[in-house]
């Protein structure tokens, strides 16, 4: 890999004694981008690479020019990657190369903050070997000839040995996920945006299902026949208790009961008292899980706590 010559700025070599955050943050992204393009011209290019994982602290750095990170691509590419994490908001918009597709050791692709990632209509027979996919406020698009991005409503079908997806902070609208070998999805969407509106979800293998949200999910349909384990976590604020309208808890039963399949139920607080918001609804509904066998509490972030068997009895 040779030393990347990143474009000229209006800001080189004019940064002053107090620099702006927009100067501070060119200079920072240049310092670490020479680094890390220093470090691997300099490594042993006959080993191999397993893991690459490249982050830029978003406080500090807010664009990271596109020509670095598609260089480190291709160098992690080349070197057989298994494991590519990358954390940038870059600029342009990156267009995942060509190369990336064609490996067949790439087992885990995880993006973060990268806006929107422009993934070829073409490209999604390849990556046959990935197993992890990571999205965090990064959007899968595809670009015409014009430029002109539009969004991805079923990416993933081709992806037949993913087994694990998580979809965090992303516009999601109307995303349809159909994986022949899912069993791990997660949806995460804590910024309010449009991630509770999908499609479809369709997964035969999918034994996890795990939603973060202030709204409860919209999906017009739910196929997930050997679902074991759901986390489900509807985040109440305090200004939202007027939007919780009949509507909204009927969605809130309805997503319940789409989950049906599942034996063990974890749910958080926030749940619970959005469920007593519903002045009787989910009362009056057949019970939306009629094979649970252990029903968790989520306390915080990361402690779940069984509900004893004895007292779901009483």
């Not at 604020?237 to 909204?248: A, G, I, S, T, Y």
């Amino acid at each position: 890999m040779k030393p990347l010559k990143l474009p000229s700025s209006p800001h080189d070599g004019k940064i002053s004694a107090s620099p702006s955050p927009i100067s501070a943050s060119i200079l920072a992204a240049r310092r670490f981008s020479d680094f890390v393009s220093h470090f691997l011209f300099h490594r042993d290019a006959a080993s191999a690479v397993r893991s690459f994982h490249l982050s830029f602290d978003s406080h500090l750095v807010h664009v990271v020019n596109a020509a670095f990170i598609d260089q480190c691509v291709l160098y992690a590419v080349n070197h057989g990657i298994r494991s590519l994490r990358l954390h940038a908001r870059c600029r342009p918009d990156l267009t995942l190369p060509n190369a990336l597709f064609a490996a067949k050791t790439l087992r885990e692709l995880k993006f973060r903050q990268f806006r929107y990632v422009i993934w070829k209509l073409k490209q999604f027979s390849y990556l046959q070997h990935l197993k992890t996919l990571y999205l965090e406020s990064s959007v899968l698009v595809n670009s015409d000839d014009d430029g002109c991005y539009s969004f991805l409503k079923e990416p993933f079908s081709g992806l037949l040995e993913l087994e694990k997806l998580t979809i965090r902070r992303s516009l999601v609208c109307g995303l349809v996920v159909k994986a022949p070998k899912l069993r791990i999805i997660e949806i995460i969407d804590q910024e309010n945006s449009y991630s509770h509106m999908m499609g479809e979800i369709y997964a035969p293998l999918l034994t996890l299902f795990r939603y973060e949200g202030f709204l409860p999910l919209e999906c017009s349909k739910v196929n997930l026949p050997i679902l074991e384990e759901i986390h489900l976590s509807i985040q109440k604020k305090q200004e939202q208790v007027n939007k919780f309208d009949e509507e909204k808890m009927l969605l809130c039963v309805r997503m319940l009961q789409q989950l049906g399949n599942a034996k063990i139920v974890a749910l958080s607080f926030d749940t619970l008292k959005v469920l007593e918001m519903d002045g009787g609804v989910i009362e009056q509904s057949p019970c939306p899980f009629p094979y649970m066998k252990c029903l968790k509490i989520i306390k915080g972030r990361r402690k779940i706590s069984p509900v004893l068997w004895r007292v779901m009895k009483k």
